[in-house]
């Protein structure tokens, strides 16, 4: 995995460049506490800071943390030629009064997270709305990522069941990227891969940006 990444990275442009993630999801679903695990490298495996409902938005520029090393990423993505680039999430309050505000931040996006509380099952159906809104309302070119959150817990549902509550199989059959993982925010279980599976789909999205700004300088050449 190390080295598709260094890979993918190789072929990146050579200027810097800011990967911008827009995280949405229901109340709850624990966004501000994910951002927090990732912004705390420090915070030990079980302990969360107490968080209060998000009002609005929140920013995290995680330039140091992503591509400077970190250690609960582990040896894999400490490996990214990265160097010069940052990732910034864009973290919503997720009370119904203040979705509306996400779609003003859509444009801002490279990639889409939608959380979701894995040990809700009654909230799958409100979530998947709002997943559907999403989706309907952002550009195909970017992919989303479900993450499914609390998965330290023990009424935790299984990954390929919140798949199907949330009709990403639906989702999927229009070609668009879109991926499911499970994480704890409170445990940190789960983050190295979700944030993997980032760093290649949005390389890829460079990647396609870069061939076709060749595309262009060649045909007007
Ligand atoms: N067990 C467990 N609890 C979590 C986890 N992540 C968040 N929580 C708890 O879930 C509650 C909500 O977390 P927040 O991070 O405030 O949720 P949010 O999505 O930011 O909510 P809004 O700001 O209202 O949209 C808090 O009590 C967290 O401690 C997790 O991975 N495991
Ligand atoms: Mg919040």
């Given at each position: ?189 789960g983050l190295n891969e979700a944030l993997g599976w980032f760093v290649e789909n949005i390389s890829h ?17």
């Open positions: 995995m190390g080295s598709a990444i260094s890979t993918t990275a190789a072929t990146l442009l050579g200027a810097s460049k800011t990967f911008e993630l827009v995280m949405v999801g229901l109340d709850d679903a624990g966004k501000t506490s994910l951002v927090n695990r990732l912004k705390r490298r420090e915070l030990p495996r079980g302990v969360l800071p107490a968080t209060i409902t998000t009002i609005g938005a929140s920013f995290l520029s995680l330039a140091s943390v992503l591509f400077k090393g970190i250690n609960w990423i582990g040896s894999t993505i400490e490996t990214i030629s990265y160097g010069r680039h940052s990732v910034t999430i864009w973290e919503f309050g997720g009370l119904d009064k203040v979705r509306p505000l996400w779609r003003r931040y859509f444009w801002h996006a490279h990639a889409f997270v939608f959380l979701v509380d894995a040990a809700a099952p009654a909230r799958f159906p409100e979530a998947k709305e709002e997943l559907t809104r999403m989706w309907e309302g952002t550009s195909d070119t970017h992919p989303v990522l479900v993450l499914a959150n609390k998965i330290d817990l023990a009424g935790a549902v299984e990954l390929s069941v919140i798949e199907e509550a949330l009709g990403v199989p639906e989702l999927a059959k229009s070609g668009r990227t879109i991926g499911v993982k499970g994480v704890s925010a409170l445990t940190g279980e999205q460079f990647i396609a940006e870069t061939d076709e700004a060749k595309k262009h300088v060649v045909q007007a050449w």
